[in-house]
């Protein structure tokens, strides 16, 4: 990537670096693993695996009345578990997103990394599918599987990164309310965001999400955000609007410093634990290292 523009033809060929990162990559187990696959375990699923006797703590509604009848004792299903379970990625285009003094703006880096981790979850055998969010327009791919899920969401990407309006609302909450609904139970939803503005409203939605699927969530930011340059005064520019920033100030400089990490510490807080993970991806890291690792998260 150049890290300025968004094109679809390298985001396709980021499909073989996926396929050599994933084959490095050490498997999950069996139970774990997102993709076509069948589990030991046995559980509500697509595929029949036998009719047993009834136990105490099996689900009622998989009781076999036919062969109950029959044999005069309770019987019930049971079924192999069911791993193809669907893949969402939630794309931040929001204007924050649109910013990087380092290798590439923090959409660009966002959007890399999302195409790379579809192509490893579709070789696993998962469905994929995604939100691409720019503020004010939301663009949805279902999940689907094989090449022409990936590829479905590859477009929503660049279409997403084309048109963001700078002048929309920056609030999450709509978008993720949005999602809460289309994301099926049981599902992983990886969010790739800056999380600005992350408040009560866009914690309440996340929380939908949580409660019922397994969430990984990039925290993508940019060095500045962490901490300004040495001191001096450094023009920015953002389209034809040119802003003069002075990083002389001291006080200035810790408290910029300390907000960064409150937020950080904030986002690795909510969204570690109860298995959920939770990663940083600055616009200077080698991103190919953390794909790395999240691969294995992912599928």
Known sequence: MDGVHLELTSLIQLRQMAHQLAARAPRTSVKTHAGAELSRALGRGLDFAEVRE??????????????????????????????????????????SMHFGTQKALKSVLAANMAALLAWSAQRGGSRVGGMVFDGQKSFETKPAGGQKGVLQFLHSLVN???????????????????????????????????????????????????????????????????QLPPPGRYAMGHGQQITILNSADPKQRVEHHQRFQQHQDKMRKYFSGSGHYFVELCTKDDWLETARQLIRHVG
Not at 65 to 78: E, Q
Not at 180 to 196: I, N, Y
Not at 203 to 224: E, F, S
Request: hydrophobic share 35%; proline share 2%; with cysteine.
């Open 160 to 226: 997403g990164h084309r048109v963001t309006d700078q002048n929309a609302p920056t609030s999450l909450s709509r978008a993720l309310q949005r999602l809460s609904h289309l994301v099926h139970t049981g599902s992983t939803v990886v969010f790739l965001s800056d999380f600005f503005g992350f408040g009560h409203e866009t914690q309440t939605c996340l929380n939908r999400l949580r409660q019922h699927n397994r969430c990984i969530a990039v925290h993508i930011c940019d060095l500045l955000e962490s």
């Open 54 to 95: 009834y136990k105490a703590g099996d689900d009622i509604r998989m009781i076999d009345w036919k062969v109950t009848a029959r044999s005069g004792t309770a019987h019930t299903k049971l079924f192999h578990e069911d791993h193809e379970k669907p893949i969402y990625f939630f794309v931040d285009y929001r204007q």
